[in-house]
């Protein structure tokens, strides 16, 4: 099976997808390959690995993708991202972090560098044509933004140039001063497709009906949404310079009063600055009707988080939820 959508490009003459986007078990595969496994996504926090000679096993999007990587960091403290799945007999080499300077697949003995390179098998020596680069452990494209760590996949676009995008407005916040906050951070489960919890997101139209608190924080009559590739950013403007910004000379929106930057990079990650920091919101499918919500906080002024759009996290999810 092939799905095929088109949403028309003029806004005035677009509709909603057709219910069978949300309801197919074959298009929510074909999503799967089509979309997730040629995107950027949220790997961890730099601090999960801080020494060298370490490797942390990590599964990307859980069993939905059942992508297994390996986080390491060698000797020169250098970050790789690289498969977990052994190039001999496709046996998964790590299942905990561990502190050591080279992969030992545990089925046949096949080692590798912290860089995923080949160094040795045992019973080859007089093997021909061997050992070649499909040998090798498989390299996948790795960002660190501030305290994140973000991993690419096959065909996935260019984040280095969303993250200059997002730079635009925010880069004048100190982004590697941020800094993870296990305690405002929290996991939810909605009963609802992916795509329509991103759908609900991408639309501010609700926000007077549904979130009255963050209603009252925001000037809805100046919600602003604005068109990047592979990402947008909706920005949420205060009455008054109370919890807002304090935006530098020459920011595009300098002497105006923005509470927040909601950005939504393709196809299932959620920026939400707020002068107190970052709420990245990563939305995880399960089923087409079940998903996973992972709320992670960033803080780097613990002092602005009360009476801004950003202190109804919480309350603002159950009530999408409802």
């Given at each position: 099976?092939?799905?095929?959508?088109?949403?028309?490009?003029?806004?005035?003459?677009?509709?909603?997808?057709?219910?069978?986007?949300?309801l197919?078990?074959?298009?929510?595969?074909?999503?799967?390959?089509?979309?997730?496994l040629?995107s950027?996504?949220?790997?961890?926090?730099?601090?999960d690995?801080?020494?060298?000679?370490?490797?942390?096993p990590?599964?990307?999007?859980?069993?939905?993708l059942?992508?297994?990587?390996?986080?390491?960091?060698d000797?020169?403290?250098?970050?790789?991202?690289?498969?977990?799945?052994?190039?001999?007999?496709?046996?998964?080499?790590?299942?905990?972090?561990?502190?050591?300077?080279?992969?030992?697949?545990?089925?046949?003995?096949?080692r590798?560098?912290?860089?995923g390179?080949?160094?040795?098998?045992?019973?080859?020596?007089?093997?021909?044509?061997?050992?070649?680069p499909?040998?090798?452990?498989?390299?996948?494209?790795?960002?660190?933004?501030?305290?994140?760590?973000?991993?690419g996949?096959?065909?996935?676009?260019?984040?280095q140039?969303?993250?200059n995008?997002?730079?635009?407005?925010?880069g004048?916040?100190?982004?590697?001063?941020f800094?993870?906050?296990?305690?405002?951070?929290?996991?939810?489960f909605?009963?609802?497709?992916?795509?329509?919890?991103?759908?609900?997101?991408?639309?501010?139209?609700?926000?007077?009906?549904?979130?009255?608190d963050?209603?009252e924080?925001?000037?809805y009559?100046?919600?602003?949404?604005?068109?990047?590739d592979?990402?947008?950013?909706?920005?949420?403007?205060?009455?008054?310079?109370?919890?807002t910004?304090d935006?530098?000379?020459?920011?595009?929106?300098?002497?105006?009063?923005?509470?927040?930057?909601?950005?939504?990079?393709?196809?299932?990650?959620?920026?939400?600055?707020?002068?107190?920091?970052?709420?990245?919101?990563?939305?995880?499918?399960?089923?087409?009707?079940?998903t996973?919500?992972?709320?992670?906080?960033y803080?780097w002024?613990?002092?602005?988080i009360?009476?801004g759009?950003?202190e109804?996290?919480?309350?603002?999810?159950k009530?999408?939820e409802?």
């Amino acid at each position: 099976m092939n799905p095929k959508f088109h949403i028309h490009p003029e806004i005035e003459k677009a509709e909603t997808l057709p219910s069978s986007f949300y309801l197919s078990d074959p298009v929510f595969e074909a999503l799967k390959e089509k979309v997730f496994l040629e995107s950027w996504q949220y790997l961890c926090n730099a601090e999960d690995i801080q020494n060298a000679n370490e490797a942390i096993p990590i599964n990307v999007l859980g069993d939905f993708l059942n992508e297994s990587v390996i986080l390491s960091k060698d000797t020169s403290n250098n970050l790789n991202c690289i498969s977990n799945v052994c190039t001999h007999r496709a046996n998964l080499i790590l299942n905990e972090k561990v502190n050591t300077r080279e992969l030992v697949c545990n089925y046949h003995g096949r080692r590798f560098g912290l860089d995923g390179k080949f160094k040795f098998m045992p019973e080859f020596k007089q093997a021909e044509n061997f050992p070649m680069p499909c040998d090798d452990l498989h390299r996948f494209p790795l960002i660190q933004w501030g305290p994140m760590l973000f991993v690419g996949f096959s065909k996935s676009f260019d984040f280095q140039s969303v993250i200059n995008t997002m730079k635009q407005r925010i880069g004048f916040l100190p982004i590697d001063d941020f800094v993870f906050d296990a305690s405002r951070s929290k996991d939810y489960f909605v009963n609802a497709h992916w795509a329509l919890y991103c759908d609900n997101y991408l639309e501010g139209f609700h926000i007077p009906f549904v979130h009255k608190d963050l209603n009252e924080a925001l000037d809805y009559g100046k919600y602003t949404t604005k068109l990047y590739d592979n990402c947008n950013l909706q920005i949420g403007y205060a009455d008054n310079d109370a919890n807002t910004f304090d935006l530098p000379l020459g920011h595009p929106d300098y002497g105006k009063n923005v509470a927040s930057y909601y950005y939504w990079v393709f196809p299932n990650m959620m920026f939400n600055f707020y002068p107190w920091g970052l709420s990245l919101n990563i939305v995880k499918p399960i089923s087409k009707d079940l998903t996973k919500l992972s709320f992670l906080s960033y803080v780097w002024d613990e002092s602005k988080i009360e009476g801004g759009a950003g202190e109804f996290l919480d309350r603002v999810e159950k009530e999408d939820e409802a």
